[in-house]
């Protein structure tokens, strides 16, 4: 699952230029001269992008024809004023691949002077070099949107003169060769997205003047070297930084404590090594933290989980070693997904999901036999979705469960956790995956567990559980995965779907299961 808020960006980004494209044609409704028409000099350079394009299956350039570019031809914004080209914005409609446009970008369309805003987005097919030295030109353009099309070849650095540039997207191409230092002295920018490339090399130290930088995405790429301590230190207005999926290394940079602004750190799937600092957890304004698939030894730094409004934490696959942290006073109540997998973490899982737990309870037992006894019960984070601490060797006993149904993934598999199923496991009622295998826990299954009417994957395997499959369990009728081997189970297998159909190693490796899929079961 990859959780990002980047669409949510670029929809903001949509709704801004459509409000102030709205207020020009208002303008322009007002009694008095008609509009000036197009002009002839930006309808020769709309022309030279057309005639660039050898394919369009959009139908947009079908549209443009006859002499008003301001009138119908769609993508195409004037200033009302003036009839000058103001934004060109050519987005291919769905189904994507379907529609596209095939050809190289013209370099007429460094004759558009007056172009703020140009978008050329998802053509698939646009391929060859981008025109810089004609881009350029284009000296009041504070949007350049080229993604998702098929431009190869290095970024020009004559993209640098555009002095007036905000927002810069080459994100989804198949540029490559260096990030150009040039790019250093545009400190307007507050947007680059280079993502989703073939560019190598390193971070240009150039960089550090682009202090109004709130969005950088370097992700998918050949990038290689140190993540550079500057982002900390001058970068000081980054919202969010993507460096996934490179061959980064080296340590993460503790001054990136100090971007007081970032929501949004993904490092994930490079080379990183080294401790993960504790100051990242000064970062109080994180949403998200993903970091996995590294190679990061150490502890998990407590102030982590001082983080009030992280709602993802991935820090899946590296060589995390000590204590699961805990006794954290307010737990994660943003929390929606935390995968701690693949590492070498040990601790009590008890205390751990009660740290996390924004409210725990202590709730009388309700037993006629011992009045005195009282029960310690759990509430999730109320919007997690997903938590993943499988492959650890992490100990202790699942706690008493007192709410928790936002919660679709379970999975504590592959570590030391012993004690029993508790019943109240049957309260996390959204619950589609649950996987507890190899670990040892004892005792019955319990039957309540057949009220997670949501559950479809069910995997009980490698344990030390004893007694029967209840027979409710054939109530449990979205389940599509489930396996029971490696215990001590005995008894009938209920005689319904799935259980039933199952094949028989679901079942192997217990003391005296029996019935379909396994022989039946002697008479006595
Ligand atoms: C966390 O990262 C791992 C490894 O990169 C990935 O496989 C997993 O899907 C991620 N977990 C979540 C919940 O996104
Ligand atoms: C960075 O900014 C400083 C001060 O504004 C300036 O002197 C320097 O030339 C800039 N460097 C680059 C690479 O643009
Ligand atoms: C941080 O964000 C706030 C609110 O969006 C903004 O006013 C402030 O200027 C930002 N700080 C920096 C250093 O960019
Ligand atoms: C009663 O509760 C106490 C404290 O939890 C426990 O030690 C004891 O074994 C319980 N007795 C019975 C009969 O369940």
């Not at 991935?314 to 805990?326: C, E, I, W």
């Not at 997670?452 to 007694?467: E, Q, T």
Request: charged share 15%; glycine share 10%.
């Amino acid at each position: 699952m990859q959780l990002s808020k980047k669409p949510l960006l670029a929809l903001l980004l949509v709704v801004v230029t459509l409000l102030s494209r709205a207020k020009a044609g208002h303008d322009g409704d007002d009694d008095g001269p008609p509009p000036p028409p197009c002009s002839p000099v930006d309808r020769a350079a709309l022309l030279g992008f057309k005639a660039g394009v050898a394919v369009d299956t959009t139908g947009i350039l079908a549209t443009w024809d006859g002499d008003d570019c301001c009138g119908a031809w769609q993508g195409v914004s004037c200033d009302a004023a003036t009839g000058r080209v103001v934004a060109l914005q050519l987005e291919a409609p769905p189904p994507a691949r379907q529609n596209y446009m095939e050809g190289a970008l013209s370099a007429s369309l460094g004759g558009l002077e007056f172009l703020e805003t140009l978008v050329i987005r998802d053509m698939a097919r646009i391929g060859g070099a981008i025109p810089g030295a004609s881009l350029s030109r284009l000296s009041r353009l504070k949007q350049l949107y080229l993604e998702g099309n098929m431009l190869a070849g290095g970024i020009p650095g004559s993209l640098s003169e555009i002095t007036s540039l905000q927002y810069l997207s080459l994100a989804g191409n198949r540029l490559e060769g260096k990030l150009p230092p040039e790019l250093g002295s545009l400190s307007g920018l507050v947007q680059i997205n280079l993502a989703g490339n073939r560019l190598s090399g390193e971070v240009p130290p150039s960089y550090k003047n682009l202090s109004r930088l709130a969005y950088l995405d370097l992700s998918n790429n050949l990038l290689s070297g140190a993540i550079p301590a500057f982002f900390g230190q001058q970068l000081k207005s980054l919202a969010l930084l993507d460096l996934s999926n490179n061959g980064f290394s080296g340590e993460i940079p503790a001054p990136l404590c100090c971007l007081l602004n970032l929501t949004d750190l993904s490092l994930s799937h490079n080379k990183l090594t080294g401790v993960i600092p504790p100051q990242i957890g000064s970062i109080a304004s994180l949403n998200s933290l993903s970091i996995d698939s590294n190679l990061l030894v150490g502890s998990i730094p407590e102030s982590l989980f001082g983080l009030q409004k992280l709602w993802n934490l991935n820090l899946s696959r590296n060589g995390l070693s000590g204590s699961l942290p805990a006794g954290f006073r307010h737990g994660l109540p943003s929390l929606v997904s935390m995968d701690l997998s693949h590492n070498h973490l040990i601790g009590g899982i008890d205390q751990f999901l009660r740290s996390i737990s924004p409210e725990r309870r202590l709730t009388k037992l309700i037993s006629s036999k011992n009045a005195s006894s009282h029960m310690s019960v759990i509430f999730l984070p109320q919007e997690l979705q997903h938590l993943d601490l499988s492959k650890n060797r992490i100990t202790g006993a699942l706690p008493e469960f007192g709410a928790g149904a936002s919660l679709r993934w379970l999975d504590v598999s592959g570590n030391a956790i012993g004690g029993q199923i508790p019943s109240s496991v049957s309260k996390l009622s959204g619950l589609q995956r649950l996987d507890v295998s190899h670990n040892a826990i004892r005792g019955t299954i319990p039957a309540s567990m057949a009220a997670m009417a949501s559950l479809r994957w069910l995997d009980l395997s490698g344990n030390a559980l004893v007694g029967r499959i209840p027979d409710s369990f054939s109530r449990m009728v979205r389940l599509r995965h489930a396996s029971f081997r490696g215990n001590k189970l005995c008894g009938k297998i209920p005689q319904a779907r799935p259980f039933n159909l199952l094949p028989a190693a679901a079942y192997a490796g217990n003391l005296c299961l029996c019935g379909k899929p396994l022989p039946p079961c002697r008479q006595i």
